[in-house]
């Protein structure tokens, strides 16, 4: 919290969600005490007429969060694809919030646009449309370059949203502390990083030259990659709240009619949709993090249109591995390779059983192996998932959160392609190949390498580095020990055999 002046908006929030009937869910879910959940409601009475009435046409929770703003839908929107914290029930009643929202008039996009760009729009485009596409943070139009006429995407950030946005930031943290305060079993979702997290998301996605940046990188990565499109930039008529790329023109993704009408094979698209993500996720380790329907086309050759930049997600090198290895165990059902790897990199504590937790995780993926897709219900899957990972104590992985949310919406759009895909199958030569090169001997091999060589460059420093040793040991104290000095020397030793050993390796 930033400022007692914050509270009102609170107050306003916890109006909205009485008025609308989002307060009952949200206590429900929280797992309240009956006794705190009666008073939340009595002491809510006072501060009704400062609630939001919101579109009545729209489920309770979704119906608070458009009535409350832009940062709130786009709050919304996150939560709507991690089940793992709101449930299974309300992110499917949070994908609302996905749809198209009420655009902005076309001149006052205009007028946006002159500002940032200093030159009226006249002279940059000879055709400017009303918005075709709106969302919480901007909105986009189609237009023709004037010079070129080459058909450009012109997307343009909503008025004063960077305000709203950060009013609305810390009454989301003060909501986060009350949260933990009043349910300790939502203290292992860590609701304060997941906060964290999403004012770090949407601050990136409020400066559009940083989405400008991500889609030229995004590009870059998958160049060679067979089946995908990345519209270009145009950075001479881009800047902090104005955006121009390429126009590209397809069947959105979830027009399965239509993509089935134009002769496309859904169940090709479907596995190409899945081998993607992972190659980026895998072999990048810089991915496209918001790819729901509406950012997904599918142009007349069958390639994937990739839009909006906003939100990319990264991951390191180790995480990569950790990754790999548990997709790897899952797909091979070998449970107690995949209970080791959450072991060694910290994801469950050390004090858990984990034979037990191996056996949890049996639990969970050996009935859905080699089964129909159309015979699963991924709710209740992840339902079991979420138990077996509550029990067991594990907390929200932050530097997951966008791999883990993108994984489930791409299945998701993957699925309604080919409602019989099996992940597995689409998923195994990704991450066999990943696995081949990056975890097995020729790996080791290379990361030895690796060290050797940066080991090699210490050769050259070696005079100074053997001078400031000595000058240290000068200033040894009659009484320190025999080990600390007899270290020093054992140190220096391993130093220059290991030099002497890399640069022979290099050299022969």
């Not at 007692?4 to 989002?22: C, D, E, S, V, Y």
């Not at 991915?287 to 909006?308: S, Y």
């Not at 000595?470 to 391993?494: A, D, M, Q, R, Y």
Request: aromatic letters at 8%; charged letters at 25%; a negative charge.
């Amino acid at each position: 919290m930033r400022g007692p002046h914050k509270i009102f908006r609170l107050i306003r929030t916890g109006a909205t969600f009485q008025r609308t009937g989002a307060m009952t869910i949200a206590l429900n879910f929280l797992d309240i005490h009956p006794n705190l959940r009666f008073l939340a409601r009595f002491l809510g009475i006072p501060f009704l007429p400062f609630g939001l009435k919101g579109n009545k046409d729209l489920p309770p929770v979704a119906r608070a969060l458009t009535a409350l703003g832009p940062a709130y839908i786009k709050f919304g929107q996150t939560l709507s694809t991690r089940p793992d914290i709101v449930g299974v029930e309300l992110a499917a009643e949070l994908q609302v919030l996905l749809d198209g929202l009420p655009p902005f008039p076309r001149k006052i996009a205009i007028k946006s646009i002159e500002s940032e760009l200093g030159v009226k729009v006249d002279e940059i485009f000879s055709d400017f449309s009303e918005p075709i596409a709106a969302a919480s943070i901007a909105q986009v139009h189609k237009a023709i370059l004037r010079d070129s006429g080459k058909p450009v995407a012109v997307k343009v950030l909503r008025p004063k949203v960077e305000r709203a946005f950060q009013r609305d930031v810390d009454a989301f943290y003060l909501a986060a502390w009350l949260i933990k305060s009043l349910s300790p079993a939502s203290r292992r979702l860590r609701p304060h990083a997941v906060v964290e997290h999403f004012e770090g998301v949407v601050l990136r996605e409020l400066d559009l030259r940083l989405e400008a940046s991500a889609a030229d990188e995004f590009a870059s990565t998958t160049k060679e990659d067979e089946g995908i499109i990345v519209p270009k930039i145009h950075w001479e008529f881009s800047s902090k709240h104005v955006l121009t790329m390429d126009w590209a023109e397809g069947i959105n993704i979830n027009d399965i009619e239509e993509l089935r009408n134009a002769g496309h094979d859904l169940e090709s698209l479907s596995t190409r949709l899945i081998q993607l993500f992972l190659q980026q996720a895998l072999r990048d380790g810089f991915f496209h993090a918001d790819q729901h329907p509406g950012n997904l086309k599918v142009n007349e050759l069958g390639e994937i249109i990739t839009l909006d930049f906003g939100i990319m997600g990264r991951i390191n090198t180790y995480t990569r591995r950790v990754y790999a290895e548990i997709l790897y165990g899952f797909i091979n059902q070998d449970y107690h390779r995949v209970a080791e790897v959450h072991f060694e990199a910290g994801y469950v504590p050390p004090d858990q059983d984990l034979d037990d937790f191996a056996q949890a995780l049996r639990s969970v993926t050996e009935p859905i192996l080699g089964m129909d897709a159309s015979h699963i219900s991924m709710g209740r899957l992840l339902s079991h998932l979420f138990e077996v990972t509550e029990r067991f104590g594990m907390e929200t992985r932050t530097e997951l959160i966008l791999l883990q949310r993108t994984m489930v919406v791409i299945e998701g759009v993957a699925r309604s392609l080919n409602p019989k895909l099996n992940m597995w199958d689409a998923s195994k030569p990704v991450v066999e190949d990943y696995i081949r090169k990056h975890v097995g001997p020729v790996a080791v091999f290379k990361d030895t390498m690796k060290t050797i060589k940066i080991l090699s460059n210490v050769p050259p420093q070696l005079p100074e580095l053997l001078n400031k040793i000595s000058n240290n040991l000068e200033s040894v104290e009659p009484n320190s020990s025999f080990f600390e000095t007899k270290s020093v020397f054992v140190g220096i030793l391993i130093g220059i055999l290991a030099s002497i050993l890399g640069v022979y390796i290099l050299t022969n």
